[in-house]
């Protein structure tokens, strides 16, 4: 069956370490998002990349980077920049020249620093 | 894209329909309303989306107001596997998804 998979479920992390969150989907979708939700919150949009080999920031991308160098895959760096990287992340793809489709999302990555 | 208003929570009884209100007064002509849920620790669920019409699928029905000021999500008959945050959102079609704090619906037996 075609989806999203994030990978690992849960993450520990030493303060001051970089980690990559991997996202990789089979849908086909040309559109990818990573996204971060705090406790009790909504979703943030840290970056989001509508073809291969391009990205582009959104509200909350200081401390993380990312890279799109194959249609399926879009992982994101977590850096030693970010000040309170503990969150639980979700990446999502759509089809970005079909109008009128809606997101899918992976089952998330909780990322903890110790 | 435009903001949208919706109540913080809800219960509802298992068995009947719930009702979720969503405001959007500064919606558009060309953004349309999504709806998405989340239960608790899951990414998000696309559940619904319309633009003017009423619209229904196998999950819900969408009731959007002839001004397009304020929309309705219908869970026909709630179970109590319906308990999550549901969340409105209004965006131009190739628009990003921005999602807001949402409404968490409790089901109650």
């Known amino acids: 069956d075609g989806g999203i998979t994030q990978s690992p479920k849960y993450l520990f992390r030493k303060e001051g370490q970089n980690v990559t969150l991997s996202c990789e989907q089979n849908l086909n979708h040309d559109a990818m998002y990573w996204y971060r939700q705090d406790p009790g919150q909504g979703l943030r949009l840290i970056y989001y990349?509508?073809?291969?080999?391009?990205?582009q920031k959104g509200d909350i991308a200081e401390g993380y980077s990312v890279s799109r160098e194959k249609k399926e895959s879009f992982p994101l760096t977590v850096t030693s920049a970010q000040k309170n990287p503990t969150a639980f992340y979700l990446c999502?793809?759509?089809?970005?020249?079909?109008?009128?489709?809606?997101?899918?999302f992976g089952s998330g990555t909780r990322l903890t620093v110790v | 894209d435009a903001k949208t208003t919706q109540p913080t929570s809800m219960d509802c009884a298992e068995g009947r329909a719930a009702n979720l209100p969503c405001n959007h007064s500064?919606?558009?002509?060309?953004?349309?309303v999504y709806w998405y849920r989340q239960i608790h620790s899951q990414g998000p669920q696309y559940i619904i989306h319309?633009?003017?019409n009423n619209e229904t699928n196998e999950m819900a029905s969408l009731i959007i107001t002839e001004d397009r000021k304020s929309s309705t999500l219908i869970l026909p008959h709630a179970t109590l596997r319906d308990t999550a945050v549901y969340y409105c959102i209004v965006r131009v079609p190739w628009g990003k998804l921005q999602f807001g704090a949402g409404t968490q619906v409790v089901v109650t037996p």
């Open positions: 990349s509508q073809i291969v080999n391009d990205f």
């Open positions: 500064t919606i558009s002509g060309n953004e349309y």
């Open positions: 999502a793809s759509s089809i970005f020249w079909q109008i009128q489709n809606g997101y899918t």
């Open positions: 319309g633009l003017k």
